[in-house]
Nanobody
Framework: QVHVVESGGGLVQAGGSLRLSCAAS????????MGWFRQAPGKEREFVAV????????SYADDVKGRFTISRDNAKSTLFLQMNTLRPEDTAVYYC??????????????????WGQGTQVIVSS
């Protein structure tokens, strides 16, 4: 079983940057895709970005493409999300998840598990 802890959220002005981290422990995650999802108040959880096990493939939601960068360090079992040019609509709780299936890459939250408690991102206008 994998346990993850997200960190790095905070309050930032529009146009600013934040770097989120997700530290994983327990079962090795080096064979599994990992992803970032977010949930704004009153909204469903939505896909943000995913990275395959090696870091060679990534996929982004359209509204973050070009602004956010997902990366991972398998030696440290850590996932990152660099967020630049933040907008008020990026305000949400951000969660990282580990794919349930080794070797696969998906944008569906149903294919991920081991969710952490999330880290709050607030972007002021």
């Amino acid at each position: 079983q994998v346990h993850v802890v997200e960190s790095g959220g905070g309050l930032v002005q529009a146009g600013g940057s934040l770097r989120l981290s997700c530290a994983a422990s327990g079962r090795t995650i080096s064979s599994y895709a990992m992803g970032w999802f977010r949930q704004a108040p009153g909204k469903e959880r939505e896909f943000v970005a995913v990275i395959n096990w090696s870091g060679s493939r990534t996929s982004y939601a359209d509204d973050v493409k070009g602004r956010f960068t997902i990366s991972r360090d398998n030696a440290k079992s850590t996932l990152f999300l660099q967020m630049n040019t933040l907008r008020p609509e990026d305000t949400a709780v951000y969660y990282c998840g580990v794919s349930k299936y080794a070797g696969s890459i998906s944008r569906s939250g149903d294919d991920f598990g081991s969710w952490g408690q999330g880290t709050q991102v607030i972007v002021s206008s």
